[in-house]
Antibody, heavy 118, light 107 residues
Framework: QLQLQESGPGLMKPSETLSLTCTVS??????????WGWIRQPPGKGLEWIGS???????YYNPSLKSRLTVSVVTSKNQFSLSLTSVTAADTAVYYC??????????WGPGILVTVSS | DIQMTQSPSSLSASIGDRVTITCRAS??????LNWYQQKPGKAPELLIY???SLQSGVPLRFRGGGSGPDFTLTITSLQPEDFATYYC?????????FGQGTKVAIK
């Protein structure tokens, strides 16, 4: 059974670049029907889709973040990652990695809280 | 972007009650509507996909319905473990967007 686990920094300063990694365990992430995504949730607020990627490298980004966002995949490590540049306090959130069908998310990591503060 | 509006934002109900949550899209999304349950401090869990398909392992008391712009999530007999926040998500076109959530609390 596939499982996801996020990793990365918990505290960042404004203007830094956020880098998060999601490790997929329990099976290969390289199946044709699998898409992998990032969703975030500011404290006490709702869910925001960030972007999704297929193991082939096909990516879909939220236009509201596209200018600062890169989502990539390293199939040899069974990992995919998120890079978000020039973070501000507004990027403070719990970040979830998720998958697997393209249009919805039936697999989620536990989430990682990222706080942006000077 | 397609806007998703849930109602109510919160509700109080008793064990055994029938509860219905509504989700409205800002445009037609056919049946591309999914529902998630989130408990405090936990990741969301998929309940229903493509409007009415029950995710494996989800109890039969959860029912999804609707199409086009208007959808419902019904819990036919509320159980203690159902007190949580529920989100709808459209998957008709990217960017995927979520409703603001409906918190179901104990009366």
């Amino acid at each position: 059974q596939l499982q996801l686990q996020e990793s990365g920094p918990g505290l960042m300063k404004p203007s830094e670049t956020l880098s998060l990694t999601c490790t997929v365990s329990g099976g290969s992430m390289s199946r044709s029907s699998y898409y992998w995504g990032w969703i975030r949730q500011p404290p006490g607020k709702g869910l925001e889709w960030i972007g999704s990627i297929h193991y082939s490298g096909d990516t879909y980004y939220n236009p509201s973040l596209k200018s600062r966002l890169t989502v990539s995949v390293v199939t040899s490590k069974n990992q995919f990652s998120l890079s978000l540049t020039s973070v501000t306090a507004a990027d403070t959130a719990v970040y979830y990695c998720a998958g697997v069908p393209f249009r919805y998310f039936n697999l989620w990591g536990p989430g990682i809280l990222v706080t942006v503060s000077s | 972007d397609i806007q998703m509006t849930q109602s109510p934002s919160s509700l109080s109900a008793s064990i055994g009650d029938r509860v219905t949550i509504t989700c409205r899209a800002s445009q037609n999304i056919d049946s591309y509507l999914n529902w998630y349950q989130q408990k405090p401090g936990k990741a969301p869990e998929l309940l229903i996909y493509v409007a009415s398909s029950l995710q494996s392992g989800v109890p039969l008391r959860f029912r999804g319905g609707g199409s086009g712009p208007d959808f419902t999530l019904t819990i036919t007999s509320l159980q203690p473990e159902d007190f949580a926040t529920y989100y709808c998500q459209q998957s008709y076109s990217t960017p995927w967007t979520f409703g603001q959530g409906t918190k179901v609390a104990i009366k």
